[in-house]
């Protein structure tokens, strides 16, 4: 099945496009800018590029689809450059349904984002999902859908990635779903897999029928960096990447010299560092998948877990000898998330792009670019905010006039808009931004271009029939209002609609969240690329960041009051098996009373 999807993907004759970092400023670790560069291939005269300016994030998806969004809110969402795709959500067939999309694009064209526009990468696994998984082996991984767990083999990754043609691909990695910290044997598995497996997807692609004479077809390969909690182990994974290839592992991935050479960036994925992972079988409801770390920069539960031997690697093509990794007794202490960060990136070329998923606060984002030099992150935590009825509320660099609340508390990160208090608040959404309405020409706060905060009539009518045609023309006003700002939703309109179950709620919510990330980023690149001097620009970031913290709460607590108010309005019509649930909250959350008191 696998050497069948591969020869169809053969037969296309597309080109991949090229994905190119340039780094502006910044060291090894520390705040820096750069940009992301993919050039598409044309048939035109002059190449297409997107160019994507970091540090910046990226979206993900359920089934393909941006949570809450249709296509058109993705087109009108200025700051959605990235989209990642899970592949695991397609697995309840075989083949997959997307792999029957022809033409050139297929991954864009069956998914309908503008190739002009986004870049969609394809990972196998969802990087926010850390639910405890049956071990991977060998020869394959395990992925969930909506059937239940399927094994995926290297060689159906790669017939995926070649078939889908995506932007970017990232290779299996062998993450083990269980509690820190695990056996030395069992890491070195991990790595020896990792390596094995991103190995094989880096193998040459033959020459497609279009591809120019003595050119050959390469991947834009992002590598998950394994590890777990142990920074030996990290240390271990990333030699692997760098040390010279010789032999059988040169020829299958030759012209290579090493196995960096065909990496474009290295991601980080949290989920399985930041929360004790959850069994699969779980049927209880844990908020909608909607997970807050009490800490953002803490690491798992480091108690001790048995580890069912593995089988044997010692034929996979790239191993490691279980001496490069300390012993557990050294492993005492857990380190912390960024020394297992610098642990991983210290061996590595400083140029290349760095893409970390799951965090969990704009605090956390703020400092792991100023301590690492992070360039990309997931938009995850946004998302699942605008679940719960949170609107984000913050801004960055913090204005002067923000530095102290009246009753000298930190402010929220944002509105929960589930409180009764909000019933009758008629203002915009948002204290930091003003909506477009609302904007002078003196005005010096910055504008929040979400659809919630700054609505826009359609420059254009939706056609449905010859009806609407001519009704558009009997009706038409020549274009006098088109691109005019229309009066902000408020909070009270918000509130309504959460109470009241409609879709269009949490909609409005992700673009409003989405649209504050993308702001907190773009203050971020304003002020390094601000200064010619790289040090007086992190320094001058530092201080920022810190009154970022002074500000703004990180405890997040405004996320975990939504959470259980979401929670009374979920249950508030339950029946069944919704009834025995909310009864089962309201019974714990009496007890927990009870004991604090």
């Known amino acids: 099945m696998a050497q069948a999807q591969l020869e169809g993907a053969q037969r296309l004759g597309s080109r991949f496009p090229k994905l190119t970092f340039i780094l502006d400023q910044g060291k090894q670790f520390g705040p820096r800018v750069g940009r992301l560069c993919l050039t598409r291939p044309s048939n035109c005269l002059s190449n297409h590029v997107i160019d994507i300016r970091t540090p910046n994030f990226l979206i993900g998806t359920s089934r393909g689809v941006v949570p809450h969004f249709s296509r058109d809110h993705v087109h009108s969402a200025n700051g959605i450059s990235w989209i990642n795709v899970s592949f695991e959500s397609f697995l309840e067939q075989t083949p997959p349904v997307p792999t029957y999309q022809a033409g050139s694009q297929p991954l864009h064209t069956f998914l309908g984002f503008d190739s002009s526009k986004h870049i969609?990468?394809?990972?196998?696994?969802?990087?926010?999902?850390?639910?405890?998984?049956?071990?991977?082996?060998?020869?394959?991984?395990?992925?969930?859908?909506?059937?239940?767990?399927?094994?995926?083999?290297?060689?159906?990754?790669?017939?995926?990635?070649?078939?889908?043609?995506?932007?970017?691909?990232?290779?299996?990695?062998?993450?083990?779903?269980?509690?820190?910290?695990?056996?030395?044997?069992?890491?070195?598995?991990?790595?020896?897999?990792?390596?094995?497996?991103?190995?094989?997807?880096?193998?040459?692609?033959?020459?497609?029928?279009?591809?120019?004479?003595?050119?050959?077809?390469?991947?834009?390969?992002?590598?998950?960096?394994?590890?777990?909690?142990?920074?030996?182990?990290?240390?271990?994974f990333s030699h692997s990447l760098t040390e010279t290839l010789h032999g059988l592992e040169a020829n299958a991935v030759k012209p290579l010299r090493c196995l960096d050479e065909g990496v474009v960036g290295y991601a980080f994925d949290l989920a399985a560092l930041h929360v004790r992972p959850a069994p699969l079988s779980a049927h209880e409801d844990r908020g909608g998948g909607i997970e807050i770390a009490e800490n953002s920069l803490s690491l798992q539960n480091s108690e001790s877990l048995a580890q069912t031997p593995t089988p044997n690697t010692a034929g996979t093509p790239t191993s490691l000898s279980s001496s490069m990794i300390e012993p557990l007794s050294f492993l005492s202490l857990a380190p912390t998330l960024d020394e297992l960060l610098r642990a991983s990136l210290d061996p590595l070329p400083v140029a290349?792009?760095?893409?970390?998923?799951?965090?969990?606060?704009?605090?956390?984002?703020?400092?792991?670019?100023?301590?690492?030099?992070?360039?990309?992150?997931?938009?995850?935590?946004?998302?699942?905010?605008?679940?719960?009825?949170?609107?984000?509320?913050?801004?960055?660099?913090?204005?002067?006039?923000?530095?102290?609340?009246?009753?000298?508390?930190?402010?929220?990160?944002?509105?929960?808009?589930?409180?009764?208090?909000?019933?009758?608040?008629?203002?915009?959404?948002?204290?930091?931004?003003?909506?477009?309405?609302?904007?002078?020409?003196?005005?010096?706060?910055?504008?929040?271009?979400?659809?919630?905060?700054?609505?826009?009539?359609?420059?254009?009518?939706?056609?449905?029939?010859?009806?609407?045609?001519?009704?558009?023309?009997?009706?038409?006003?020549?274009?006098?209002?088109?691109?005019?700002?229309?009066?902000?939703?408020?909070?009270a309109y918000l509130h309504h609609l959460l109470h009241t179950h409609e879709m269009s709620a949490h909609t409005l919510l992700v673009a409003h969240n989405v649209a504050v990330l993308d702001a907190l980023l773009t203050g971020v690149r304003t002020i390094l690329s601000g200064h010619a001097d790289q040090n007086e620009a992190a320094a001058i970031f530092a201080r920022e960041v810190t009154r970022f913290e002074e500000v703004y709460d990180g405890t997040m607590s405004v996320l975990h009051t939504a959470r259980d108010n979401w929670k009374d309005v979920k249950y508030a019509r339950g029946k069944g098996?919704?009834?025995?649930?909310?009864?089962?909250?309201?019974?714990?959350?009496s007890v927990h009373s009870a004991e604090v008191q």
């Open 120 to 236: 969609v990468s394809l990972s196998l696994r969802d990087p926010l999902d850390a639910r405890e998984m049956p071990p991977n082996g060998n020869s394959h991984v395990s992925a969930v859908c909506m059937r239940g767990v399927r094994k995926v083999t290297p060689a159906d990754w790669r017939s995926y990635v070649l078939t889908m043609q995506p932007d970017i691909a990232f290779a299996l990695s062998d993450t083990p779903f269980t509690a820190a910290p695990h056996s030395q044997k069992r890491l070195t598995k991990s790595i020896e897999r990792s390596a094995a497996w991103l190995a094989d997807l880096l193998r040459p692609v033959e020459n497609l029928d279009d591809s120019p004479t003595g050119s050959t077809p390469t991947l834009n390969v992002f590598v998950h960096m394994a590890g777990g909690t142990s920074t030996s182990a990290r240390r271990a």
């Open 577 to 589: 098996r919704l009834a025995r649930e909310a009864q089962k909250n309201k019974d714990a959350r």
């Open 352 to 491: 290349k792009p760095r893409l970390v998923t799951d965090v969990r606060s704009p605090h956390e984002i703020l400092r792991l670019i100023r301590d690492i030099g992070v360039d990309v992150f997931d938009a995850g935590w946004a998302v699942k905010a605008a679940d719960i009825g949170v609107a984000l509320d913050f801004i960055f660099p913090v204005p002067s006039e923000h530095d102290n609340s009246p009753d000298h508390r930190k402010r929220d990160i944002g509105h929960n808009l589930y409180d009764a208090k909000y019933a009758h608040d008629f203002v915009s959404l948002t204290d930091a931004f003003l909506a477009g309405h609302n904007r002078t020409s003196s005005s010096k706060t910055p504008v929040c271009p979400c659809a919630a905060c700054s609505p826009v009539a359609p420059t254009s009518p939706i056609h449905h029939s010859k009806v609407d045609v001519q009704s558009h023309q009997a009706h038409s006003d020549g274009g006098t209002n088109r691109g005019q700002f229309l009066p902000p939703f408020t909070r």
